[in-house]
């Protein structure tokens, strides 16, 4: 695991890498535009700074490899070891659409229980059932909210969703710095003129 300020100098040196490749490969973008490249570049730098060995980052890289025009983006912020990781994600991604396809067969196996929750919930153990299913619909938003969540189980999901925190702490942290970095030059640069 990084430690926080690695991931963060690793983050930062792969995003502006990242924007530099975004701003030269095409000069008028609209705002909304330039949005979505920062945030692909941020996903991208993010992922790639943890070096793919998570299952967010990997389907973050896997995600923006779907579309042709961030491949020249992707391999230059994963680096020149590019190709071994990207078979590596593409198998590792095989593998947990297998288990997501092994888990509807299941579930689709188990018809029985369906029609037994469809009668309600059984009287004596009415708290457990209200406990489980609160558990079961924060379990389904989390899976939503962590990218590849959709194929972890409940212990992945939570090791995954605590590393992805993490990470998107560093995110915000250095854009926020950049931010301000910003704002400060931006003033001093206004005081300038009117000097």
């Known amino acids: 695991m990084h430690t926080s300020s690695k991931l963060t100098k690793e983050f930062t040196k792969k995003w502006v890498k990242g924007l530099q ?3 030269s490969s095409k000069k008028d973008m609209d705002v909304l535009e330039r949005k979505k490249k920062i945030k692909l570049c941020a996903d991208i730098a ?13 389907a973050l890289i896997s995600e923006a490899k779907k579309n042709d025009e961030n491949e020249i983006l992707v391999d230059n912020l994963l680096g020149p070891e590019s190709r071994f990781k990207q078979q590596k994600i593409i198998r590792q ?3 947990c659409h297998k288990r ?4 509807k067969i299941l579930k689709k196996s188990c018809s029985i229980s369906q029609r037994m929750k469809k009668m309600g919930p059984p ?4 708290a457990a059932y209200i406990a489980k299913r609160l558990v ?3 379990t389904q938003v989390l899976q939503r909210l962590v990218p ?10 939570i090791k995954e969703a605590l590393d992805y925190i993490l990470s998107l702490r560093v995110q915000v942290d250095v854009m926020r710095n950049l931010a301000n970095a910003t704002e400060v030059l931006n003033q001093s640069n206004s005081s300038n003129v009117f000097d």
Do not use: H, P, Q
């Open 136 to 138: 079961k619909k924060r």
């Open 123 to 126: 009287k004596s153990n009415l």
């Open 100 to 103: 997501v396809r092994s888990k």
């Open 46 to 58: 993010l992922a790639s700074a943890k070096n793919a060995t998570t299952s967010w980052s990997i």
């Open 93 to 95: 991604m095989n593998s």
């Open 148 to 157: 590849g969540g959709e194929s972890m189980d409940e212990f992945s999901l």
């Open 21 to 23: 490749i975004c701003c």
